[in-house]
């Protein structure tokens, strides 16, 4: 399979680096300031999160989603615990069973038709408290958007959220792509993670214009006050922060996370109206977010991969993930749609 340099379709981690963004790591790039987080930088970058998130956020900055998963994990969880998720949760499916063996704790996983959890679907897996032979649940873990470009409304996460505090758990958004959610839903990222309840946030930015960093965000005090030694243990504390702080600073400027999250997500609208007036083809997902999924015969997707790089989701059904990103364009779509047509049609 040859894979051109042309903008593909098989994950918004394969887009470039903003502009903005570049041009914030070189404007941070003078001179000399204190390593491992203490600088202006950073502090500035904190204080931008709180005014997202709310002032009590307590936020630690790593490299990579597994790790802003695996370590805010760990710092709620003890060995004994359990976490609940989807059965397509980045977690369970990507993570190379990283949560099971940095924080020592079981994931229990759930069956969802569109990725997203439902209290009525946790029950199988919420019992056995003080029972010293069953794993302790301890969190519920959703992601927004999901791993099926789905999208959890704030009255869902806060009924997930109440589930779990009622039961003495704590709920965990994995946010990696958080900000196609924000664009989706047209409310200020607080409403759906802080003000529903959300106990602990990993909030991207790689998939959505940066280079690298996420964040790890307790939303409430306390939750974790020995992190700091967590994160280091894991091996996520930067020792030139301003690097990753400098990216997080210009993302949230003129609200750029927002403009190139709602760009990706117009793409994807798009790109999924055209692909599905093609005889043949069938949409599985409500397309959401950046995100459609596709039934497409092997042998079409076969040809078309010589072209465009995409992932099969399921080969039992045949289904693709198609990921449109913030540089995606009206010409991509064109092409591609173009190309799907062109096959498809010497098919019949």
């Known amino acids: 399979m040859q894979h051109s340099n042309k903008r593909g379709f098989a994950s918004d981690n394969n887009a470039g680096v903003h502009p903005d963004i570049l041009k914030g790591i070189i404007d941070s790039n003078e001179g000399h300031v204190v390593g491992y987080g203490d600088d202006h930088y950073t502090r500035q970058a904190r204080k931008l999160f709180r005014d997202h998130l709310g002032e009590d956020t307590e ?8 790790a802003a998963n695996t370590l805010g994990l760990s710092g709620i969880t003890r060995s004994w615990n359990s976490v609940i998720a989807a059965h397509t949760a980045h977690i369970q499916q990507d993570e190379c ?4 063996k940095f924080a020592g704790c079981k994931v229990l996983t759930v069956d969802t038709p569109d990725g997203k959890l439902k209290p009525d679907m946790l029950a199988k897996h919420i019992h056995g408290f ?9 969190v519920i873990s959703i992601t927004q958007t ?3 470009g789905t999208v959890y409304t704030a009255g869902e996460i806060r009924e997930l959220a109440d589930y779990a505090h009622e039961k003495g758990m704590l709920l965990h958004m994995d946010g990696a792509r958080i900000a196609n959610a924000a664009a ?3 409310l200020p990222v607080r409403e759906f993670t802080t003000d529903a309840g959300v106990d602990l946030l990993s909030f991207g930015g790689t998939k959505n214009g940066m280079m690298y960093g996420e964040a790890v965000c307790f939303l409430k005090p306390g939750l974790s ?4 030694y967590i994160r280091k243990q894991g091996m996520q504390l930067a020792s030139k922060m301003r690097y990753i702080s400098a990216q997080f600073i210009a993302y949230f400027r003129n609200d750029l996370w927002l403009r ?6 117009a793409m994807a609208r798009i790109l999924s109206e055209k692909i599905r007036e093609i005889p043949g083809i069938t949409i599985t997902q409500q397309v959401q977010s950046n995100g459609v999924f596709a039934v497409i015969p092997h042998d079409v997707a076969e040809v078309l991969m010589e072209s465009y790089f995409f992932y099969s989701w399921d080969e039992l059904t045949s289904e693709y993930r198609l990921m449109t990103s913030w540089d995606t364009t009206p010409e991509d779509i064109d092409d591609f749609v173009r190309l799907l047509g062109k096959v498809m049609a010497k098919r019949v």
């Not at 006050?225 to 700091?228: A, L, M």
């Not at 190139?260 to 997500?265: G, L, V």
């Open 97 to 100: 069973g990283a949560p099971e």
């Open 130 to 138: 003080g029972f010293e032979h069953h794993s302790q649940p301890r």
């Open 260 to 265: 190139n999250a709602s760009r990706a997500n």
């Open 184 to 186: 989706y839903l047209s």
């Open 225 to 228: 006050p020995d992190f700091k």
């Open 146 to 148: 999901t791993e099926m």
């Open 59 to 66: 936020v630690w900055f790593v490299f990579t989603g597994t």
